[in-house]
T-cell receptor
Framework: DGGITQSPKYLFRKEGQNVTLSCEQN?????MYWYRQDPGQGLRLIYY???????QKGDIAEGYSVSREKKESFPLTVTSAQKNPTAFYLC?????????????FGPGTRLTVL | GESVGLHLPTLSVQEGDNSIINCAYS??????FIWYKQESGKGPQFIID?????DKRQGQRVTVLLNKTVKHLSLQIAATQPGDSAVYFC????????????FGSGTKLNVKP
């Protein structure tokens, strides 16, 4: 996990509420990512950002929003429009080296909708 | 613990034995691959990577084999230890498509003492 922190570790949300998951990295990585992990499935990309003030939708962006105001930070907001938000959320960061772009992950946030 | 690992294929091995975990990838254009280890309730940890111009790469106690003909990747763990128990999954990427990784669902490795 070194260098990438996510908070909180566990988060509970009532239906209809927006919640924001924090992701910070001190690795000086340019790119950051948010993934969602559900039981028995591979990671699915929600949003990614290659540089500050720029971000792109991934495969399952609906019901989520992000911002990238600082290189170190990439918070994810799970809005009330996300119909099935209970999942394990993983943040990652990467830097391009030698022509490859290896991703390193944070410890994750478990979101449960009550 | 977390629910990661439910409904996944499981490999059970005896401590000290070698383990082989397999991954079939789908995109023939993929040319960079990573193996991750994920313990219950934690984020994935990078183990080893390989580019498509290689068919084998070795790390400490781990070896990755790549067979591009049949689009198959394997992770071999030598002298498996109880601390190796986790979910292992592969990720594939096309080097011309930065930021786009595709992840397998994983295999759960149980190491019996």
């Amino acid at each position: 996990d070194g260098g990438i922190t996510q908070s909180p570790k566990y988060l509970f949300r009532k239906e209809g509420q927006n919640v924001t998951l924090s992701c910070e990295q001190n690795l000086n990585h340019d790119a950051m990512y948010w993934y969602r992990q559900d039981p028995g499935q591979g990671l699915r990309l929600i949003y990614y950002s290659q540089i500050v003030n720029d971000f792109q939708k991934g495969d399952i962006a609906e019901g989520y929003s992000v911002s990238r105001e600082k290189k170190e930070s990439f918070p994810l907001t799970v809005t009330s429009a996300q119909k099935n938000p209970t999942a394990f959320y993983l943040c990652a960061s990467s830097i391009s080296e030698g022509g490859v772009d290896t991703q390193y992950f944070g410890p994750g946030t478990r979101l449960t909708v009550l | 613990g977390e629910s990661v690992g439910l409904h996944l294929p499981t490999l059970s091995v005896q401590e000290g034995d070698n383990s082989i975990i397999n991954c079939a990838y789908s995109n023939s254009a993929s040319d960079y691959f990573i193996w991750y280890k994920q313990e219950s309730g934690k984020g994935p940890q990078f183990i080893i990577d390989i580019r498509s111009n290689m068919d084998k790469r070795q790390g400490q106690r781990v070896t990755v084999l790549l067979n591009k003909t049949v689009k198959h990747l394997s992770l071999q763990i030598a002298a498996t230890q109880p601390g190796d128990s986790a979910v292992y999954f592969c990720a594939e990427n096309s080097l011309g498509d930065f930021n786009k990784f595709y992840f397998g669902s994983g295999t759960k490795l149980n190491v019996k003492p």
